[in-house]
């Protein structure tokens, strides 16, 4: 699991990248100063308490995510952001006979339904 606060902004944007994958959600760089120096904070949308990040690592839209629960809360981000509905649908895979749900990712097309 990456950590979550960094001396350098360099160090924080590149385990920013290592988080957002851990985490499959946005991942935001907030800056604080002190008189010792200064630390680079990576919180998520849910932990974000500072007013204005100076970085934004955003969940690309054809991510593939593990957690169907991942998929469903960055659908409803990523609908609100364009305004129109996004959907979660699953790969599934059928390994020896057995389907095998493979990951989970987004879209704009209604699913069938049956």
Do not use: W
Not at 31 to 50: A, H, M, N, V
Not at 70 to 77: G, H, I, L, P, T
Not at 79 to 90: F, I
């Amino acid at each position: 699991m990456a950590g979550n606060v960094y001396s350098t902004y360099e160090m924080a944007k590149e385990k920013a990248q290592e988080r957002l994958i851990e985490l499959e959600q946005d991942i935001f760089i907030c800056k604080s100063t002190y008189l010792s120096g200064e630390e680079f904070i990576l919180k998520t949308r849910d932990d974000l308490t500072c007013r204005t990040h100076i970085y934004m690592v955003e969940v690309p839209f054809r991510h593939h995510f593990a957690d169907k629960k991942n998929a469903e809360r960055e659908a409803s981000v990523f609908a609100s952001k364009k305004g129109r509905p996004v959907y979660v649908k699953k790969k599934v895979e059928v390994k020896n006979g057995y389907p095998f749900t493979k990951y989970y990712y987004l879209t704009y097309k209604e699913p069938c339904s049956t």
